[in-house]
Nanobody
């Protein structure tokens, strides 16, 4: 059974950092790409970042470029999202998602492209 568990969210101040984790079970992460999404209240789910197998390719939404870094540790079956210089507009429920391909699709930021989802972890940026 494919499962993704997102963790690491919390309440931080503007300018702070957080690292989110997406732990996979029931399958070997090595061969699958992983994408982080987020959804703020009243807004559509937004693709944040995608990483291909072995981390060879990474993609970011314009809103997080230069601040967020996606990485993976296949030995730990985990993908990370390092979030620096956090802003109030980064406040959202963050999800990780995957489908059984090793690359980030051209429409990686589209939630309909994904078969499997984690439960989400809340990130709140507020002073």
């Amino acid at each position: 059974q494919v499962q993704l568990v997102a963790s690491g969210g919390g309440l931080v101040q503007p300018g702070d950092s957080l690292r989110l984790s997406c732990a996979a079970s029931g399958f070997t992460l090595d061969n699958w790409s992983i994408t982080w999404f987020r959804q703020a209240p009243g807004k559509e789910r937004e693709g944040v970042s995608c990483i291909s197998t072995k981390g060879g390719s990474t993609y970011y939404a314009d809103s997080v470029k230069g601040r967020f870094t996606i990485s993976r540790d296949n030995a730990k079956n985990t993908v990370y999202l390092q979030m620096n210089s956090l802003k109030p507009e980064d406040t959202a429920l963050y999800y990780c998602a995957t489908d059984p391909v090793g690359f980030c699709r051209s429409n990686w930021y589209t939630s309909a492209a994904y078969q499997y989802w984690g439960q989400g972890t809340q990130v709140t940026v507020s002073s």
